[in-house]
């Protein structure tokens, strides 16, 4: 009898962690979304992706190399391998951008630490020959060198010390810092690496949450635990401002800094990742993105699904008590969104989401952190 009671004791205390699946009276119960739906929408999007791909392995060119990078990403985290040719000439394709400097990013653009950081995601993903070390490697110290820090003559009281921007000496805001964060943990960075410990002085300035970790002006005017894109604050950001003069939260920036977070080490019992889960609970849905509307939509997808996924949570329990399979729910609307071809577009065009290729690449993403979880 004891022995069976410890059993059930080891069964519910792992069930309020992250657990596969847990008993509800004598049936177990498992999380995520039906296999048959999230296969068929995960294939639906490949076969999109192959019709899309350009004789070259690019995707989306004239934006960049990051759809490419994003899509192959995807494929690779959908079971697709190195070897797979539609995989092969996007990594072909890729690699060419290798530029003497170690970014790896197109000749010109505005955006070379945003795409560097995608790539070297994908790039440490394909790795399993090792080939792609020395480029991996160099574009790790690229990306070093761009954070803002002691080596651009910024110093810890500057309002954007450990932040990155979309290129060296550009404003650094969260979400080009998340990125950095994500490339450098996929290079093998701990938590403890000193440039994440940086970002996260970044990350939490961030946050609209007045503590010692943010004492910007803007903290204390909401200080509702979301976060907003820069705490360096310059006259494009004014239609983000809240009447009391701070910085309004949303969903796609809080995400990133939940995850960016727990990347830099912080647990859940830390007062800013407290304050995050408040936020999500209060604002969970998955019909907008929460203070953006339809803006940013496929990117706030990708970084929701990512991040409950580093958070280690099956469920999210709204502010209304209601319960949220969070896996479930999210292929599902995916799956209602999903064009016939296979493909998803955004009707709003910011951020570049009008692009099929761009939103399509971040819905497989996401769905790759959906994958049904196995009894």
Known sequence: MRTL???AITIVGSCLVAP???????????FGPDPQLHQ??????IQFLAVRQLQDGSLSPRIGIGPTALATLGLLRSGRTPADPQVAKSLDYLVEYVQESGGIHMPGTRIPNYETCIVVVCLQEANRDGRFDEAIRR?????RKGQWDEGENKHSADFGYGGAGYGRGSRPDLSNTAYLIDALRAC???ANDEAIQKALTFVSRCQNLESEHNTTPFAARINDGGFYYTCMHSRQDSPRETPQGGLRSYASMTYSGLKSMIYAGLTQDDPRVKAAIDWIRKNYDLKSNPGMGEAGLYYYYHTFAKALNAFGVDEIEDADGVKHDWRREL???LAA???PDGSWVNENPRWMEGDPGLATAFALLALSYCQPRAP
């Open 5 to 7: 009671l410890l059993v």
């Open 20 to 30: 596969p699946s847990c008993l509800v009276g004598d049936e177990a119960r498992f």
């Open 337 to 339: 969104r999903q064009q």
């Open 40 to 45: 068929k929408t995960v294939d639906r999007a």
């Open 188 to 190: 093998g960075a701990s």
């Open 139 to 143: 574009a790790e110290g690229f990306l």
């Open 331 to 333: 292929t599902e609307e």
